[in-house]
């Protein structure tokens, strides 16, 4: 079965940074471009970053752009986040998901979510 596992979540202070591991498994996950997105408390799912399947197209939200960094490690079947200069509206629970259709906010599979909590 296709299964994706966040992990690296926790609380911060404003202007710190995470570095978030989503691990695949159940599917070839070289084949698939991966995206983050985020559900910040009361709120719906955001799209936050996307990457292709080499790595060589990569897109991100307006509101995380030249503050986080998506990668990936197909030889680990892992998806990386890392999260720097992190802001209080960056609250929220983090999930990676495969991608489906044309679109980076369309996808199939998601994992759990890993919680963010950027607070002083």
């Known amino acids: 079965e296709v299964q994706l596992v966040e992990s690296g979540g926790g609380m911060v202070q404003p202007g710190g940074s995470l570095r978030l591991s989503c691990a695949a498994s159940g599917f070839t996950f070289s084949s698939y471009a991966m995206s983050w997105v985020r559900q910040p408390p009361g709120k719906g799912p955001e799209w936050v970053a996307g990457i292709n399947l080499g790595g060589s197209t990569i897109r991100y939200a307006d509101s995380v752009k030249g503050r986080f960094t998506i990668s990936r490690d197909n030889a680990q079947n892992t998806l990386y986040l890392q999260m720097d200069s992190l802001k209080s509206e960056d609250t929220a629970l983090y999930y990676c998901?495969?991608?489906?259709?044309?679109?980076?906010?369309?996808?199939?599979?998601w994992g759990q979510g890993t919680q963010v909590t950027v607070s002083s």
């Open positions: 998901a495969r991608r489906a259709g044309t679109s980076w906010s369309e996808y199939d599979y």
